[in-house]
């Protein structure tokens, strides 16, 4: 008996040692999402692409992140939400793609105790219905809230009466249910309302609307019911425009359509401009985000993050691991690999990082399938075979941040290079900060370091830090945007010696640890001016600058003598948006601006307003035959169809090679000076119009040429 007694001991002793070291696997999450069809809008390449890179820095503890995923494209939806449900290693299900179907495999999920996260079900009713199920959650906004900026647009737009076709669907139930209410606070009268199915008889509900004549219908249809709906207006006569919800907003409505879907306008789901989500997507996969990209990665996150968490609480429930990860107010964590990484890290060693998504604050109420409490939409056209958008707005106040210094030791950051980069402003101006954001981004894809983003509203933190050479983590690199950073800058580098300062367009402060980089675009503005003299048709043209500051001065003189060169009875008007910095954030005076150049006949503008520039975009839809030239990036997107060039600094590539010489050990103090010549600045023609590249191949020559006289009487 006795050697019995030992055995067993010896054998339960090894059994729980071989228990408490056993490999748990991978972390698996399972997908139900279309890859095909119109509803495949979700980005599952997105997916893949944070996986891969969370993975290469350790996934969750060691643990490797896997997707189980399924195609509800293709067989049934419900056998497959049974076979992912039923597994024991998959705790977490992104999905599904419609209220339909969320209807449909949710008691499936939830009732294996599963986690079910959908990233484009906005439908209201769900809300309601699973009002008392902790375990369905969504990453995106309920409709009542697009609702609310539809009608507010065509108020804006002064629309006063309008068709409402739904689909009979959970999904276009919710609109119709909640559209009387947001129609009548908007002023605005509903002249007829329909529900449709798909067999529908579409030639009749268009012979309908006819008859109700309404300056707009609003279409709350998936994409093959919107291009039939579209097919039959036309067809019957109708002169109303068509306004389409997200569901509307695919790439089969623009195969299908061809040039007849120019014109059409909608609204969308958009991810927060200040994560730079979209800059990041364009540059790995060559493409603009698809519609729900951003809400798809943010519930792969939450997901993640709740797994961390289960590590960290074992015998919490799921549903109480998921609202914890939501409710955290510790360090700010952002979106990106490198900040989730250490998200994970931190959760798993039991901190409570405040978690933000893609999409925009991942703030919940207390009922989860709610969805987030704000979200971003956008209101788009298609002009040029294109969806072009306007700026995101939020659907609630939200104050747009960066992560900042957001550095914890629980993060567990490994020993490399530090970067800090600090904008002028927050992301989103789709012009300076994003093109620094692109440099830095691509910078981080090819190469190893931590990056940390502040802006100048974090100014005054900066002065302390750098002030006191108090660092949570010294950074080795910091680059700094903008003129107004150049007393801050000075004065940081003189404090901090051993620290090396990269300075876009501000000062060569003569020390051993600053180097500061000048972009000339004087003679790109000269090849503009050249253009828009040639386009012009009224022989006036004009700039609207964001204020009259030094950084401004080559555009508008190397703009007004490029004209004044090729011809020189055109008349040039300049107009400021301010006095001050503020003016490159202020599009409705710039859009004022614009409307007054039109009425005094210019019909040709260079926009040098930075984030301003969206106003005068606005102006320019609404007054009609004018063109525009953008700055910084190539700003076609903006509006393909008036978007005519643009005088692009190469920021991008600066700031790329700037970190890549930090790296590589090769930072060099003084001051660069990018130019045409050097391939520092240039005229980007936009795809629309490569008629006009003769200006580039006839005038650069020249362009130059007055560059370099200009930089002989100019002090930089």
Request: glycine share 10%; proline share 6%.
């Amino acid at each position: 008996m006795v050697l019995t007694l030992a055995c067993i001991v010896t054998l339960g002793t090894c059994f729980a040692g071989c228990t408490a070291n056993a490999d748990p696997g991978p972390v698996r999450i399972g997908v139900l999402l279309p890859a095909n069809g119109s509803l495949a809008m979700h980005s599952l390449d997105g997916i893949d692409w944070v996986v891969d890179s969370m993975n290469r820095q350790g996934g969750v503890g060691g643990r490797m992140i896997e997707l189980v995923y399924r195609d509800t494209s293709v067989g049934n939806i419900s056998g497959h939400a049974e076979e992912l449900a039923g597994r024991d290693d998959v705790d977490v299900v992104i999905g599904p793609a419609t209220s339909a179907e969320l209807t449909q495999i949710a008691p499936i999920v939830t009732g294996k105790g599963k986690l079910l996260i959908s990233p484009s079900v906005t439908s209201g009713i769900v809300t309601a219905e699973y009002k008392e199920n902790g375990l369905v959650w969504r990453t995106c906004p309920t409709d009542g809230r697009q609702l609310e900026a539809i009608f507010r647009i065509l108020r804006e737009d002064g629309v006063e009466n309008v068709s409402l076709v739904t689909a009979n669907t959970t999904y276009g139930e919710t609109f119709a249910r909640l559209a009387p209410a947001a129609a009548t606070m908007n002023g605005i009268r509903i002249a007829g309302a329909v529900s449709v199915d798909a067999p529908d008889n579409f030639t009749e509900i268009a012979a309908r609307i006819v008859e109700e004549e309404p300056g707009m219908v609003v279409a709350v249809v998936y994409p093959e019911e919107a291009v039939e709906l579209s097919d039959a207006l036309a067809a019957a006569g109708s002169s109303a425009g068509l306004f389409l919800t997200d569901a509307g907003r695919s790439p089969y409505v623009l195969e299908n359509q061809g040039e007849r879907a120019e014109g059409i306008r909608g609204t969308s789901l958009s991810p927060d401009p200040s994560t730079g989500y979209s800059i990041a997507y364009e540059e790995v996969f060559g493409e603009a985000p698809p519609p729900f990209a951003a809400q798809t990665y943010d519930a792969l996150l939450l997901a993640v993050y709740t797994a961390a968490r289960q590590e960290a609480a074992p015998a919490e429930p799921l549903d109480a691991s998921l609202r914890w990860v939501v409710s955290g107010d510790g360090t700010v964590k952002g979106w990106d690999p490198q900040e989730a990484g250490e998200a994970v890290a931190m959760i798993r060693a039991g901190e409570h990082p405040a978690v933000t998504g893609a999409s925009g604050p991942l703030r919940f109420s207390g009922q989860s399938s709610a969805g987030p409490l704000a979200g971003y939409y956008t209101c788009w056209a298609v002009e040029g075979g294109t969806f072009c958008e306007s700026t995101p707005v939020p659907s609630a106040d939200v104050t747009p941040a960066l992560p900042g210094l957001s550095y914890d030791p629980a993060a567990g950051t490994e020993d490399r290079p530090v970067v800090w980069m600090v904008y002028p402003q927050v992301k989103g101006d789709r012009s300076f900060a994003d093109s620094a954001y692109r440099g830095l981004f691509r910078a981080q894809e090819s190469c190893s370091f931590t990056k940390r983003e502040c802006s100048y509203d974090d100014l005054d933190l900066l002065n302390g830090v750098f002030s006191a050479r108090n660092f949570t983590e010294k950074p080795d690199l910091v680059i700094t945007e903008g003129f107004e950073f150049t007393d801050a800058s000075r004065a940081w580098a003189e404090a901090n010696p051993d620290i090396r300062f990269f300075t876009l367009e501000q000062a060569d402060y003569g020390l051993p640890n600053a180097c500061d980089v000048v972009m000339v675009p004087y003679g790109a503005s000269y090849l503009a001016g050249v253009m828009a003299a040639n386009i012009t048709e009224t022989g006036r043209i004009g700039a609207i600058a964001g204020a009259p500051v030094s950084v401004i001065d080559p555009f508008s003189r190397g703009f007004t003598e490029g004209a004044e060169a090729y011809d020189p009875s055109v008349n040039v008007t300049v107009r400021y948006v301010d006095e001050s910095f503020e003016g490159f954030g202020m599009p409705e005076r710039a859009g004022e601006l614009a409307r007054e150049l039109r009425s005094e006949g210019v019909d040709v503008i260079l926009m040098i307003a930075g984030s301003s520039n969206t106003g005068i975009v606005d102006a320019a839809r609404e007054t009609g035959n004018v063109y525009l030239i953008g700055e910084d990036t190539d700003q076609s997107y903006l509006a393909p169809n008036l978007v005519v060039a643009s005088v692009v600094k190469e920021i991008d590539t600066i700031v790329y090679h700037a970190v890549e010489n930090e790296i590589m050990e090769r930072f060099t103090p003084g001051q660069e000076v990018w130019t045409l010549e050097n391939g520092g600045t240039g005229l980007f023609i936009s795809p629309r119009f490569d008629e006009y590249e003769w200006v580039v191949a006839d005038w650069q020559d020249r362009a130059i040429a007055a560059e370099k006289n200009y930089l002989k009487t100019t002090e930089l």
